[in-house]
């Protein structure tokens, strides 16, 4: 029972990286499609946007999800 456990854990590991290496690709995907369409943009400033943020007030701020 133990071992399936784990094996459970090492799948769910697995995936949770595979989605965040799609969210990181679409994320330089995105920004690379926003450099061309507005090449005059600060990169340091898009540079922090995120999918785990969101805007409050005017600012960039983490998206912490709600404690389980």
């Given amino acids: 029972m133990e071992d399936l456990k784990t094996s459970q854990k ?6 949770k990286k595979g989605c965040d290496d799609q969210l ?4 330089e995907d ?5 450099k061309i369409i ?6 340091q400033r898009l540079g922090e946007a995120d999918a785990k943020k969101r805007i409050e007030n005017g600012k960039l ?4 999800p709600p404690a389980e």
């Avoid at 090492?10 to 995936?15: G, P, R, V």
């Avoid at 995105?30 to 926003?34: D, G, L, M, P, R």
């Fill in 30 to 34: 995105h920004a690379a499609e926003v």
């Fill in 61 to 64: 701020i983490d998206d912490v």
């Fill in 10 to 15: 090492d799948e769910l590991a697995k995936l």
């Fill in 38 to 43: 507005f090449p005059d943009l600060d990169e």
């Fill in 24 to 27: 990181a690709k679409m994320k």
